[in-house]
Each structure stands twice: as structure tokens, then as C-alpha cells.
């Protein structure tokens, strides 16, 4: 049964957070708000835990998973990015925007795109997230929470726990953070090239 935290939006309960993290390093799998719909989330190295995501989403080896990172330091860390994608995605971030681009060394070869060998990395605008991955010091490795054969992403809390209840270990819930996903942009090129549309304002890539 997956314990149920009620988190304050704008000022998120520290003590809540750091027991959360706990979890989080003791290898659980959470459902969590971004500024963009609810994602999956467990430690990048949590084999058990992409194991599980891939399996409540029924995503092939093809999917990119996103490394939600703090802050540019910890993206930083785990992508390969040249002054000019720098620029454009800073200006963009934090926001609903996914970026998938090569990956470094730092990444476990679980996550790569099988040819590619990228990995999707955002900066979400969120209180609650940001607390989670600032208390946490890494990035989460995450996946947006839509279930398959649905059309729109899990938003409400309650549901979650309803729902996938005995299939995560937590669930984090700060209320309503809207449907619609990130947008995702794929600089694995160099140019910047919008594979989906979604919250983020795709102009300025286009």
C-alpha cells in the first residue's frame, strides 16, 4: 500500500520532504507533481525501480526517460551540451520543456536511447519538485504518469492512490498541476528540433 503524502504547494513541509528523499534513496518508486502533469520517479540507479516504471506504462526499450534535474550544475552532469543549445535551453528553463540530448558517461546504459545513446533532462518550475530534488541532491529519474490506453495523464492525487496503489510506494500530492505534458525538444543534433507539443512554448525552438 503506498503511503500518501499531502504536501503544501508554495511552502512544502521540510520534515515531509526529508522523509519522502528517505524513500526515495531506500530505493522506493513515487508518483510526484511537476509544473507539468505527475511523473514516476525513483533514483537513477534503482534498476527495480525502471523496471516497475516500465511496466505500470508499458514503454518499450525506445522510450526516453528524463533525468528531472535541480538546476544547470546537476544537467550538467549527464548530458552533452555546446554553448549555443546552452543558451537556447537556459532561457527556456525552468519550465515545462523536456530536452533530449547525448548523454554522458554518468547516465546507466539503461536509460539511453538504444541508437542514440541520449537521454531526455528538464528543469521543472515547481516548489514541490524542486524541494524534492534540492533535499535529494540528484536528479530523479523520471517518466510522465500516463497510463496505457489513456489519453491524458493522472493529475489528482487521490486518484493515483487510488489507483496504482499497490504498484508505487508513494504518492505525493500538492493538488491540481494541470494534463498536458512537456514539450520535448530534441538537440541530440545540434539544432533544435520539436518532437512534442505540449505546455512549454514551442516558438522559440522553431
Avoid at 500500500?1 to 512544502?12: I, R, T
Wanted: charged residues 25%.
Amino acid at each position: 500500500m503506498a503511503k500518501y503524502f499531502d504536501v503544501h504547494p508554495d511552502n512544502p513541509q521540510r520534515r515531509m520532504i526529508s522523509t519522502i528523499t528517505d524513500s526515495v534513496r531506500s530505493g522506493a518508486l513515487i508518483a510526484y507533481p511537476t509544473d507539468s502533469c505527475y511523473a514516476l520517479g525513483c533514483q537513477v540507479g534503482n534498476r527495480d525501480g525502471l523496471a516497475r516504471i516500465r511496466a505500470i506504462r508499458q514503454l518499450d526499450d525506445r522510450h526516453h526517460f528524463t533525468l528531472m534535474c535541480e538546476n544547470f550544475a546537476q544537467l550538467g552532469q549527464f548530458v552533452h551540451i555546446d554553448n549555443d543549445v546552452f543558451r537556447a535551453i537556459k532561457a527556456a528553463t525552468p519550465g515545462s520543456y523536456t530536452f533530449i540530448l547525448p548523454a554522458t558517461r554518468e547516465v546507466p546504459r539503461q536509460l539511453l536511447h538504444p541508437k542514440k545513446k541520449t537521454v531526455g533532462v528538464r528543469i521543472p518550475d515547481h516548489k514541490v519538485t524542486q524541494a524534492l530534488l534540492a533535499e535529494l541532491g540528484e536528479p530523479l529519474l523520471s517518466s510522465t504518469l500516463l497510463l496505457p490506453d489513456e489519453d491524458e495523464p493522472l493529475t489528482q492525487g487521490w486518484e493515483i492512490k487510488e489507483r496504482l496503489d499497490h504498484v508505487v510506494d508513494a504518492v505525493v500530492d500538492s493538488g491540481d498541476c494541470g494534463t498536458e505534458p512537456t514539450t520535448v525538444v530534441d538537440f541530440s543534433d545540434g539544432e533544435p528540433e520539436v518532437v512534442r507539443y505540449g505546455a512549454g512554448d514551442p516558438n522559440r525552438f522553431e
